[in-house]
């Protein structure tokens, strides 16, 4: 079974602009989670997709935004980019069931440069 | 709001000798933890998991953790560090009952000396 893929690996852009970076979860999976990575302030949950709804949201202002599509893929888009959105971003897909335990298998990151 | 302290951003073991990275955790009910390891320009790979089960919990690569309601931890050790062991290594509590929500800690990097 193919992992969580996410594309692109690398990403440059520059200050105002906007990004979308996409993930695609394991085959089954119907729950995408983003995460985001700084060195400064570690990891931190973003949102949560479920069935093409966003379930649960950490706490990012609305420049950061996501969705999810019927076959599960996901995206997450970030309008006018600062420097300090320069990241990991993260994506993990698990199985969603709620009120139980869903393992979280998470791919390898995009890493987005703002300039 | 759950919170994780992982005390020690860096941490240093010489082959063979013990790894113990120190994970403290602060919630009103009995969490679901985890071990995480990031290896460089990858993403999060799963140790190992508490869910209300055993406390002590055996894990990949012969990781192991303690789940300690009375001190609020729950320690990674290895007995014997490897090479392959130097990564980064983030303790995590999930912020809810499906573990979709992850709150982690800052990280601890593992250096291994030969």
């Known amino acids: 079974k193919a992992g969580v893929t996410q594309t692109p690996r690398y990403l440059i852009k520059t200050r105002g602009q906007q990004v979308t970076l996409s993930c695609s979860p394991i085959s089954g999976h119907r729950s995408v989670s983003w995460y985001q990575q700084t060195p400064g302030q570690g990891l931190q949950f973003l949102f949560e997709y479920f069935s093409e709804t966003q379930r649960n949201k950490g706490n990012f202002p609305g420049r950061f935004s996501g969705r999810q599509f019927s076959n599960s893929r996901s995206e997450m888009n970030v309008s006018t980019l600062e420097l300090g959105d320069s990241a990991l971003y993260l994506c993990?897909?698990?199985?969603?069931?709620?009120?139980?335990?869903?393992?979280?298998?998470f791919g390898p990151g995009t890493r987005l440069t703002v300039l | 709001a759950q919170s994780v302290t992982q005390l020690g951003s860096h941490v240093s073991v010489s082959e063979g000798a013990l790894v113990l990275l120190r994970c403290n955790y602060s919630?009103?009910?009995?969490?679901?933890l985890f071990w995480y390891v990031q290896y460089p320009n990858q993403g999060l790979q799963l140790l190992l998991k508490y869910t209300s089960a055993a406390t002590l919990v055996k894990g990949i690569n012969g990781f192991e953790a303690e789940f300690k309601k009375s001190e609020t931890s729950f320690h990674l050790t290895k007995p014997s560090a490897h090479m392959s062991d130097a990564a980064e290594y983030f303790c995590a509590v999930s912020s809810n009952n499906a573990g979709n929500m992850l709150t982690f800690g800052g990280g601890t990097r593992l250096m291994v000396k030969p």
């Open positions: 993990a897909s698990s199985s969603g069931l709620a009120g139980t335990y869903n393992e979280q298998f």
């Open positions: 919630s009103s009910v009995p969490p679901y």
